[in-house]
């Protein structure tokens, strides 16, 4: 039964950190083409 809770842990954990990861992409792709831009 230990393992069941731990699975559900794991899962809860990988899709906060999926959602966080979708939310956050956009910003540092952003993020990214500005340095790049001020490279240049």
Do not use: H, S
């Not at 559900?8 to 910003?27: E, N, Q």
């Amino acid at each position: 039964m230990k393992w069941l809770i731990v699975l559900m842990f794991l899962i809860y954990v990988g899709t906060m950190v999926f959602l966080i990861y979708m939310r956050l992409r956009p910003a540092l792709k952003k993020r990214k083409e500005q340095e790049n831009r001020g490279d240049e």
